[in-house]
């Protein structure tokens, strides 16, 4: 009961620190410090954090005001984290529900198990959370405090003690909040009330600095104009007859002085120094502004902690700030007096400092684009030799391209004339035998021995052998119009109208002497009603190619098989497809079926164009579509889909 009664007292002190520290703090961060102080003396309170709602964001949008922990790391103080829904953050959970939410390690694990994660942080044995609430009940945030100590829980009491002072820490914050604004706007005020004129003044001479520094960096490419402009710049900010400009080269620790000016030396001692000696090494090795008088200015030398001072050391007043941005430094920026009516003030050196931290940007500035127009130099000439390289690829690949359709054109030629070799010469086999019977016929009618029977048996020859005449130049005059017009097709880019069913049994005419003697059955399935406005000369030379390529690639060595070539109608679409029987190819052949040169008949006579040329046929000039399906010993499935007329396009060069 004693126990009791002291942790009561010890609620009541705190919970009256609280009230005592939100009317003396301005500083949240500051106020809930002391909370936290407060709350360790009656719990356990070693990992606590803090989570603020923003006004202009959603809920699920908070800053972390306040992190103490002992495993996670704390997020950046002010910046704005996006929580994950109720269902993930336990800490969105509590500012959207505005509950209070206990949970120890086995619930996170559970939750963590029903439905995915559970928070971002390690997991806590016990973890408690309450929300922060206005009058309004409108949720200001959440107060989180766990523990991964199995050893320390939140009991009943505990928790009901937190939530108490989560009510006090919400009226505290209402407070702090207003009070901040209230500060801020008087001190502000305040500020544009003292000097006015002469601030003013001083804010307009600043910021037109600025602006010419940020014109000058953009505008001069010229190292001494810039100096020389800078140097003006500076001149109408504070007293600067004696100015000079140092630039520090890491690369060889080496100080020089591009720009100089001084009442007393009309050039400066030494134009490049080791670092380590001067004023210029002091103030980079000091990483901020100095100023000095002439006793502190002797004094520094006189120690030895400004090493061989360059120059006249005569000074009424001095002060040098460093070009730094970031953590590399660019140079110094030096300004003197000799006189001893002018004397440099803390606000002067505020001046120097601040403008030599944009002449920093601005010399980063300037060397970046310098770096980048020696890169877009170099990348210019790349790019040029690349483009030179691509059209010479481009040219040699359209040179092989033509010269393989050319080929094609000319195996097609090889093999018609020996096909029309045959027809050809059984008609003058026929033509000599009926030539031998006239003159056996003549010398019988003049011997006077030509009877009825032998005239008729002339006759008979006669007809006998004309037929056979008519029958093979007819075979060879089909032979020599199919291969007439798709030759012609082949080698032109004309665009004509023609019946694709007839085309395709021409093509295939032309085609028989590839076929002539193979295993190999061609079926075409094709609607004899579809007129053609488009290339035949494309349709040819796919056709063609597909046959090629199954007799060559899927039924080599005599393998027996069927070629199937089907067209219909899809509105003013045709579906052609083709397909064989063949040994079909496995996935990383057919991946590279259309890349230029490629072949697996490599050495045997195969360019690797042949399917090359055939899709840009069919997504060029016919101005369509190629999918193409095949496995190992499934054969081989070319699927088409290309629009009937193209009239209104003018030829595509392949």
């Given amino acids: ?50 989570a603020l709602c923003d006004a202009d964001q959603p809920d699920n949008a908070v800053r972390f005001v306040y992190f103490v922990d002992e495993v996670d790391e704390a997020p950046d103080r002010g910046e704005l984290v996006t929580l994950a829904s109720p269902e993930q953050s336990p800490t969105a959970w509590v500012i959207l529900n505005r509950q209070r939410l206990v949970m120890t390690a086995e619930e996170h694990n559970s939750h963590e198990g029903d439905g995915g994660a559970w928070g971002v942080g390690t997991t806590a044995e016990h973890w408690l959370g309450c929300p922060l609430l206005d009058q309004n009940h409108q949720v200001l945030g959440a107060i989180v405090i766990q523990s991964y100590d199995k050893e320390h829980t939140f009991n009943e009491e505990d928790q009901a003690l937190f939530a108490l002072i989560a009510n006090h820490v919400s009226s505290a914050l209402l407070g702090l909040r207003s009070m901040d604004k209230l500060e801020r706007a008087v001190q502000e005020r305040t500020a544009l009330l003292a000097h006015e004129v002469a601030e003013r003044r001083r804010a307009e001479n600043i910021q037109r600095a600025l602006y010419e520094l940020a014109n000058l960096s953009a505008t001069t490419s010229d190292r001494g104009t ?45 134009k490049r120094f080791e670092y380590g000696v001067g004023a210029s090494s002091y103030v980079l090795a000091q990483k901020q502004a100095c100023l000095f008088d002439a006793d502190s200015y002797a004094a520094l030398v006189a120690s030895g902690e400004m090493h061989e ?36 003030t803390q606000a002067d050196l ?110 008979d020859i006669i007809d006998q052998s004309l037929r056979i005449m008519t029958t093979n130049t007819q075979r060879a005059a089909a032979l020599v119009r199919s291969f007439k017009q798709v030759a012609v097709d082949q080698s032109s880019d004309d665009i004509r109208s023609f019946n694709l069913r007839k085309y395709l049994d021409e093509v295939l005419l032309s085609l028989q002497p590839k076929l002539k003697g193979k295993p190999v059955q061609v079926e075409i399935d094709c609607d004899h009603t579809i007129q053609m406005d488009s290339f035949p000369g494309a349709v040819s030379q796919i ?25 219909h109608l899809d509105g003013e679409h045709v579906q052609f497809d083709y397909s064989d029987d063949g040994a079909g190819m496995d996935s990383g052949t057919l991946g590279q079926l259309f890349d230029p040169f490629f072949t697996t008949k490599r050495g045997s006579g195969g360019s690797g164009l042949g399917a090359h040329i055939l899709y840009n046929l069919v997504t060029g000039s016919l101005g369509g579509t190629i999918k193409v399906v095949s496995a190992p010993g499934m054969g081989l499935h070319y699927k088409l889909r290309f629009p009937r007329t193209r009239r209104k396009l003018k030829a595509v060069p392949e």
Wanted: charged share 20%.
């Fill in 226 to 270: 810039l100096y020389i402009r800078l140097h003006e710049i500076i001149s109408g900010l504070v007293s600067a007859r004696n100015f000079l400009t140092a630039l520090y080269h890491p690369e060889t620790r080496e100080i020089s002085i591009p720009y100089f000016v001084d009442e007393k030396d009309s050039e400066a001692p030494v």
């Fill in 543 to 567: 056709v063609t190619n597909m046959v090629v390529n199954s007799l060559v690639h899927g039924f080599e060595g005599g393998q027996s098989g069927k070629i199937k070539i089907s067209g």
């Fill in 350 to 459: 505020e001046i120097l400092a601040f403008m030599a931290s944009h002449v920093a940007v601005a010399i980063a500035r300037m060397r970046a684009d310098d770096a980048i127009r020696t890169a877009k130099s170099a990348l210019e000439e790349q790019n040029t030799a690349l483009n030179t390289a691509l059209t010479s690829l481009q040219e040699a690949q359209s040179e092989l391209v033509r010269q393989e359709k050319l080929a094609s054109l000319g195996r097609l030629v090889a093999g018609v004339a020996h096909e029309i070799n045959t027809p050809l010469g059984i008609c003058v086999t026929a033509t000599s035998h009926l030539v031998q019977e006239l003159k056996l016929t003549r010398e019988d009618m003049a011997a006077g021995v030509l009877d009825e029977d032998g005239l008729n048996q002339f006759f």
């Fill in 1 to 50: 009961m004693e126990s009791r009664l002291k942790r009561l007292e010890a609620v009541q002190a705190m919970l009256l620190e609280i009230g005592q520290k939100s009317s003396s703090c301005t500083d949240i961060s500051e106020f809930l410090q002391a909370v936290h102080a407060a709350l360790g003396r009656i719990m356990y309170a070693a990992n606590f954090y803090v």
């Fill in 309 to 344: 001072p360059l120059g006249n050391v005569n000074i009424a007043s001095w002060m040098g700030a460093p070009m730094l941005l970031g953590d590399k430094a660019y140079g110094v920026i030096i300004v003197q007096s000799y006189d001893e009516s002018i004397k440099y």
